[in-house]
Nanobody, 122 residues
Framework: QVQFVESGGGLVQPGGSLRLSCAAS????????MSWHRQAPGKERELVAS????????VYADSVKGRFTISRDNAKNTVYLQMDTLKPEDTAVYYC???????????????WGQGTQVTVSS
């Protein structure tokens, strides 16, 4: 059974930093691209960053480029999101996921975990 357990969220002031973690299980983590997504109240879920494996190639949404860094530890089946220079508009629930590789679900995301709340406010 595939599981994602996100942690590390909290309340932070504008300009502050947080490091999110996502422990994944139930699939071959080391050969799966991983991504972070977020959903703010009243808005659709959006892709924030992704990282491949092998290779470690990264892609970021324009809104977080230069402020967020995605990384992974394949030995721990964990993906991270370092968030710096946080802004109020970064407030959202953050989720990690990976695309399924098994037909007929190829390319779709697994069911989402509980996420971790990030609130940026003074």
């Amino acid at each position: 059974q595939v599981q994602f357990v996100e942690s590390g969220g909290g309340l932070v002031q504008p300009g502050g930093s947080l490091r999110l973690s996502c422990a994944a299980s139930g699939f071959t983590f080391s050969t799966s691209a991983m991504s972070w997504h977020r959903q703010a109240p009243g808005k659709e879920r959006e892709l924030v960053a992704s990282i491949t494996s092998p290779g470690g190639f990264t892609v970021y949404a324009d809104s977080v480029k230069g402020r967020f860094t995605i990384s992974r530890d394949n030995a721990k089946n964990t993906v991270y999101l370092q968030m710096d220079t946080l802004k109020p508009e970064d407030t959202a629930v953050y989720y990690c996921n990976t695309r399924r590789k098994v037909f007929p679900y190829t390319g779709t995301y697994y069911p989402w975990g509980q996420g971790t709340q990030v609130t940026v406010s003074s």
